[in-house]
């Protein structure tokens, strides 16, 4: 059963850094597609990044601040987020499903995926 553990989670000023890590129990990775989302009290649950063995998807406000990598090896999947503005405070789950995502789509959506983490919260403060 697929299942994740993130970590990274935290407080930081406009302008700042951090670092969100999702490690995923299965024996290996390299068929999954495994992707970042966010959600705040009372607003639905949105992408952030997604990684597919077929190509990466990112939600348009993640381009050019966030940074996803993709660790087959160690079954990781790091999202750096740069830049960080209040907007971006939410709790941040990890999510991933079994197969390759057409990367001609916008696939990083969350009904699109199965198994899901508990959830890091950060909060960015102005």
């Known amino acids: 059963q697929l299942e994740f553990v993130e970590s990274g989670g935290g407080s930081v000023q406009r302008g700042g850094s951090l670092t969100l890590s999702c490690q995923a129990s299965v024996f290996s990775i390299d068929h999954y597609t495994i992707g970042w989302f966010r959600q705040n009290p009372g607003s639905l649950r949105e992408g952030v990044a997604c990684?597919?063995?077929?190509?990466?998807d990112y939600e348009d406000f993640a381009k050019g601040r966030f940074t996803l990598t993709r660790d087959n090896a160690k079954k990781t999947v790091t999202l750096q987020m740069n830049n960080l503005q209040p907007t971006d405070t939410g709790v941040y789950f990890c999510a991933g499903r079994y197969g390759t995502m057409n990367r001609k789509i916008h696939y990083c959506e969350p009904i699109n995926f199965e198994s899901w983490g508990q959830g890091t919260r950060i909060t960015v403060s102005s």
């Open positions: 990684s597919s063995p077929s190509g990466s």
